[in-house]
């Protein structure tokens, strides 16, 4: 079994950065693409944005320039550094792993959740 869990989440202020890490543990060979999403409630679920193993990333446009992912493999951690946050950005931010397990099978792990607030 694996675990993803988030944190960093908090209140701040438009303009304000946070920087949100997930940190996976358990029965891990290696960790494939990682991803971080967003939901507020009434709209959809969206991709913030991915990163693979070997450190591609991929952004929404929403987020182009002022969202960051990165990552230690060392550590089985994923972050997400955000910056010039506005009020538009607050949601629940989840991450997910696509994880090789030890038995050789590789599964998608889904975080709780951390919630980020942006005041006006």
């Known amino acids: 079994q694996v675990q993803l869990v988030e944190s960093g989440g908090g209140l701040v202020q438009a303009g304000g950065s946070l920087r949100l890490s997930c940190a996976a543990s358990?029965?891990?060979?290696?960790?494939?693409?990682m991803e971080w999403y967003r939901q507020t409630p009434g709209k959809q679920r969206e991709l913030v944005g991915n990163?693979?193993?070997?450190?591609?990333?991929n952004y929404a446009d929403s987020v182009k320039g002022r969202f960051t992912i990165s990552r230690d493999n060392a550590k089985n951690t994923v972050y997400l550094q955000m910056n010039s946050l506005k009020p538009e950005d607050t949601a629940v931010y989840r991450c997910?792993?696509?994880?090789?397990?030890?038995?050789?099978?590789?599964?998608?792990?889904w975080g709780q959740g951390t919630q980020v607030t942006v005041s006006s």
């Open positions: 990163i693979g193993s070997g450190g591609s990333t």
């Open positions: 997910n792993a696509d994880v090789t397990v030890k038995d050789g099978r590789t599964y998608r792990y």
């Open positions: 358990g029965s891990i060979f290696i960790i494939n693409r």
